[in-house]
């Protein structure tokens, strides 16, 4: 508290200004230091890169942000919060993040309030954020500003350590999943479009996202795709954005072999994890991954405000 209270009197005498990280790029490590503060636990800032989340931050990922805005003085960070792609509609928040915490100084009011100025003019329409359960502050600071909880989000990861390969019967079923071709987009198409009509992930188009870094697996059947999967990354963990089964041949354990397929080819990969995220109230997804053997990492509540 008595560091608090310090760093208010400071930044009294001090002029703070807002600024994009790109016109002060000598402060990215200090923004990525200040997210790295919030790591997993009550202080969690969780971040709005999907595949980033629950990980050691980077400058990476602030170059993947839509932009940063930073609070600083002449010579130093005081907060940073990063706007993060989403939808066409709308955009995912990370942080804010102060060196003075929520309540220390208006700084965490004021980059909330430039991030959605910066917003308004760009087609945007709403902004969302993701609010680790146990960081019961930062939820009643958003709330304080016009946010509202819309659903919860649970954040599975599985060990892909050889302790944990998959059996000889199962290593035999992996075999029916294979890598997508060219050949197979327009189906995964049809398929991700089926199971997720909202998704971006078909926008501009497969290809594109093949060379952005995601993989695409297919499940075949008699002629026909009976499931598809995106996984991206190349670290020793990867993310596993998307998995669909076709509407008509759910409920037949093809989910259960497809996820088996993809742990068993990114292992091969050199993966060491595998990670995901999932709505709460999907049970029966939640109930695939439990018994895949993923383990909750943490649950976060999905919070929305208009702009």
């Known amino acids: ?21 790109d016109q002060r790029p000598e402060l990215a490590s200090a923004a990525v230091a200040a997210f790295a503060a919030g790591a997993p636990g009550k202080l969690h800032l969780v971040c ?17 942000c839509l932009g940063v805005v930073l609070a600083c003085s002449a010579t130093e960070l005081l907060g940073a919060v990063a706007l993060c792609p989403y939808s066409d509609e709308q955009v995912t928040l990370w ?69 944990l390969a998959l059996t000889t019967e199962s290593s035999a079923t992996a075999d029916d999943v294979r890598l997508a071709t060219t050949r ?54 990867r993310w596993l954005k998307l998995i669909g089964v076709a509407n008509k041949q759910r409920a037949k354990g093809h989910g259960q072999r497809l996820l088996a397929g993809i742990i068993h080819h990114e292992s091969a990969l050199g993966a060491g994890q595998l990670g995901l995220e999932v709505l709460g109230d999907n ?12 383990k909750r990492q943490f649950t976060a509540t999905i919070m929305t405000a208009p702009l």
């Open 1 to 21: 508290m008595a560091q608090r209270v310090t760093t208010t009197k400071r930044l009294a005498r001090e002029r703070v200004r807002l600024v994009d990280l």
């Open 283 to 294: 049970a029966p997804a939640v109930g695939l991954y439990v018994a895949t053997g993923f």
């Open 95 to 163: 942080g804010p993040a102060s060196s003075a915490g929520l309540h220390g100084t208006n700084i965490p009011e004021r980059l909330l309030t430039e991030a959605r100025r910066a917003l308004k003019d760009t087609g945007y329409t709403s902004v969302r954020t993701l609010v680790d359960h146990r960081n019961r502050e930062l939820r009643a600071f958003f709330i304080a500003h016009g946010f509202v909880a819309w659903k919860d989000n649970v954040i599975f990861e599985r060990s892909l350590r050889s302790d």
């Open 184 to 237: 197979d987009h327009t189906r995964i198409s049809s398929l991700f479009a089926e199971a997720f009509p909202e998704t971006g992930h078909l926008v501009p188009d497969l290809a594109t996202r093949e060379r952005e870094g995601y993989r695409h697996y297919v499940l075949p059947g008699s002629g026909t795709l009976v499931g598809a999967a995106a996984v991206v990354g190349n670290g020793r963990r």
């Open 48 to 64: 709005g890169l999907p595949a980033s989340m629950g990980q050691v931050p980077t400058t990476a990922d602030l170059t993947a």
